[in-house]
Nanobody, 123 residues
Framework: QVQLVESGGGSVQAGGSLRLSCAAS????????MGWFRQAPGKEREGVAV????????AYADSVKGRFTASRDNAKNTLYLQMNSLKPEDTAMYYC????????????????WGQGTQVTVSS
């Protein structure tokens, strides 16, 4: 079992920055990937950034490339998402996930989810 707890969401103006955190506990070494997903009202959950735990490489959705950076502090067992140059379309509930996905941006491939943290970007 893996437990994930997100924090760091909030309200910012367009162009601003936020850093999300995801504290992981439990059997985290069993997960091949850890990542960030988001879901806006009326829309499907979508992948934002996924980190390959063993190799350290990260995949990003095209919509956030160059603006968002995912990283992991192994000592603290915490995943981060640094979000810069935020846009109103980034407004969503952001979730941390862990698992062994076949397709890294497919939500149903992930076994473990946090409760989410809200990000609101105003224009």
């Amino acid at each position: 079992q893996v437990q994930l707890v997100e924090s760091g969401g909030g309200s910012v103006q367009a162009g601003g920055s936020l850093r999300l955190s995801c504290a992981a506990s439990g059997d985290t070494d069993s997960s091949y990937c850890m990542g960030w997903f988001r879901q806006a009202p009326g829309k499907e959950r979508e992948g934002v950034a996924v980190l390959y735990v063993g190799g350290g490489t990260t995949a990003y959705a095209d919509s956030v490339k160059g603006r968002f950076t995912a990283s992991r502090d192994n000592a603290k067992n915490t995943l981060y998402l640094q979000m810069n140059s935020l846009k109103p379309e980034d407004t969503a509930m952001y979730y941390c996930a862990a698992g062994d996905p076949v397709s890294v941006f497919r939500p149903r491939d992930y076994n473990y989810w946090g409760q989410g943290t809200q990000v609101t970007v105003s224009s």
